[in-house]
């Protein structure tokens, strides 16, 4: 993620939170952000991402609607798709 910064804080960058992220370098992309708040798949296709893996550390039993493309894993499947990310660099 920290190629993604944009202007916000670095605590921030992570979770995706608005303002937080380079739109220049969120265009086009499938960004990985960790869930704290819903709404990160909003801010992500907002600038110009095309969706949104969200990391949670629960095992969420429900199903979730998103206003964009995006899905929740957890941080097993999280830290395989980081691995991937920086192995492809």
Not at 24 to 44: F, I, N, R, Y
Not at 60 to 65: R, S, T
Request: proline content about 2%; glycine content about 10%; charged content about 20%.
């Amino acid at each position: 993620m920290k190629d993604l910064l944009g202007n916000g804080s670095k605590l921030h960058h992570r979770f995706c939170a608005d303002g937080s992220l380079d739109p220049k370098k969120v265009k086009g992309k499938l960004v990985l952000c960790e869930l704290e708040v819903w709404g990160a798949d909003s801010v992500v296709t907002g600038i110009g991402g095309k969706g949104t893996i969200l990391e949670s550390e629960q095992y969420l039993d429900a199903a979730q609607i998103f206003m964009a493309p995006a899905t929740v894993v957890n941080a097993t499947v999280s830290d395989t798709v980081n691995n991937y990310i920086h192995s492809t660099k």
